[in-house]
């Protein structure tokens, strides 16, 4: 009977899991008649949400490798799968097999959490490295009005992970390939920031015509007030975590005291398949909150 019922919260666990997000209205079934217009929006939102997550995971490469650590992303989805089963362990050992599902889920998200912050954390480095690239090459560029020669003089004074990248591009054109459009496009490629493709757009149109060099330092400024902005706003959401946790540790307090506590000062068994259940769900909501209100209110970001 325990296991049925486990199997049946699983169950439920998952549908809910599977129904975030998804249209509430009923869906019409016509295999003859073409695909409507929200048809063809659903494939193309399934196919945004891929790209989505594939250009995700291809910047954590990118981050690993620029940190010289290239496997450690398969290393942290291996350390999370060891943690699932932990977690599967934990609820057997506790004799709540309701939680053996919400833990496993719970301690797989730690690796993925930690590197979520690492990714974070690297967006914030990029971007204060970017703006003093952009800075001084942009300032180079009206004075030399050669890409080449801007990037190249500046290269001592730019730091990683943005250095690599102008490294490359100057290489790229002297050894490889002398078009400037190539380098400035691959140079493109290889940042995730709107900024910096409209400021690599702009200065693939100053190679075509020098009069627009000025065009270059008012994306810097455009850079700058996006990173202002971004901490003013960080503060602003800092009492509203403050206030979550607060919340969400008084909670941990109150479940704690209601399920041992209590029924062990008054000699109460609280130990059946009914109060497990509901202690599961209290521990699966409080764990889907926690997690989304890290992920959310981690830090804002301007990127598209």
Known sequence: MTMLLVLA????????????????????????KEPSLKQISLKKLIRKKGNKLTRYFSNLQSM?????????????????????????????????????????????????????????????????????????????????????AAIEENIPHINEPVKSIFSAAVFRIKHI???????????KDKVDHFLFKEWCDALRRCNH????????????NKLTNVKIVTNELNNILFRAKRSFWQLFFLNILILFIGFYVLPSSFNVD?????????????????????IKAVLETRSVSFDN
């Open 64 to 148: 690993y490798e620029t940190i010289s650590q290239k496997n450690k992303l398969y290393t942290m989805l291996l350390f999370s799968l060891i943690l699932a089963i932990v977690g599967i362990m934990a609820g057997v050992i506790i004799r709540n097999y309701f939680l053996c599902p919400v833990l496993a889920v719970a301690l797989a998200f730690i690796p993925l959490l930690y590197i979520q912050f690492q990714y974070i954390a690297y967006k914030k480095l990029l971007v204060e490295e970017l703006e003093t690239a952009l800075s001084v090459v942009s300032i180079s560029y009206e004075r030399t009005e050669s890409i080449e």
């Open 209 to 220: 015509d020098r009069t627009l060099k000025h065009t270059l330092r008012p994306i810097v």
């Open 270 to 290: 609280m130990h059946s398949a009914s109060t497990d259940f509901v202690l599961a769900v209290n521990v699966m909501v409080m764990i889907f909150c926690a």
């Open 9 to 32: 919260f699983a169950f439920i666990a998952i549908a809910i899991i599977l129904t975030v997000g998804t249209n509430k209205h009923p869906i019409d079934i016509n295999i003859i």
């Open 177 to 187: 390939n002398p078009n400037i459009d190539s380098a400035i496009l691959d140079m």
